[in-house]
């Protein structure tokens, strides 16, 4: 199972490590580097200097793994469902901060932080859903299907379907523009 997490949680972390950002942590060690899922060094700097918005980001970030599927893809098809791997990079997840508020309060007030790993982990939900084990993000902004209002997948990763987006409960593509937006728990 392929899971997401930080640097900094490694009671989320499973298996091999391997990194999915630009650098590790002084002293950490990992077991590989994921190049085609780490951001560009523009895009990254374009976004910790505030010059774009999650929209932006996002949009820039699909037409990297466009460019990177086939070495994607090749990866993709040698997972092992078996094997235990988690993505890694450097934002923490907001689970810990959550639940900790949690019991200090009695206030569930959820942190919204947001990171690419939930993004690289949708090429592998899509492709490879006999590997996915799961998100360590509480909340990210994606987009939905029109008809049904659940999560779908966008368009740019799919091969072949530029601007369409699949939604794997209606089990199409819909290439209208998918504006309506919300924010979805995950687990």
């Known amino acids: 199972m392929i899971y997401t ?3 900094f949680e490694p009671h989320r972390h499973h298996g091999q490590l391997f990194s999915i950002s630009r650098s590790v942590p002084q002293g950490f060690r990992v077991d590989g580097r994921l190049e085609f899922f780490v951001p560009n ?3 990254l700097q374009d976004w910790k200097q505030k010059r774009i918005n999650e929209e ?8 990297q793994i466009k460019t990177n599927f086939k070495a994607i893809k090749a990866w993709l098809s040698d997972l092992n469902p078996k094997k235990h791997i988690t993505l ?5 997840s907001g689970v810990d901060e959550t639940l900790k508020r ?3 309060t009695g206030q569930w007030k959820e942190e919204q932080p947001f990171c690419h790993r939930n993004l690289a982990i949708k090429v592998i939900q899509k492709f490879r859903p006999d590997c ?21 997948i966008p368009g740019s990763i799919i091969e072949g379907f530029d601007d369409a987006h699949y939604c794997p409960f209606m089990s199409n593509l819909d290439k209208r523009s998918l504006r309506t937006q919300i924010c979805l728990k995950l687990g």
């Open 5 to 7: 997490a930080s640097y």
């Open 41 to 43: 060094a523009n895009l």
């Open 56 to 63: 932006e980001y996002i949009n820039r970030y699909r037409e």
């Open 88 to 92: 890694l990079c450097w934002e923490r």
């Open 102 to 104: 949690w019991e200090e």
């Open 132 to 152: 996915y084990g799961g998100r360590d993000i509480l909340h990210v902004t994606m987009p939905v299907c029109q008809n049904c209002l659940s999560e779908v």
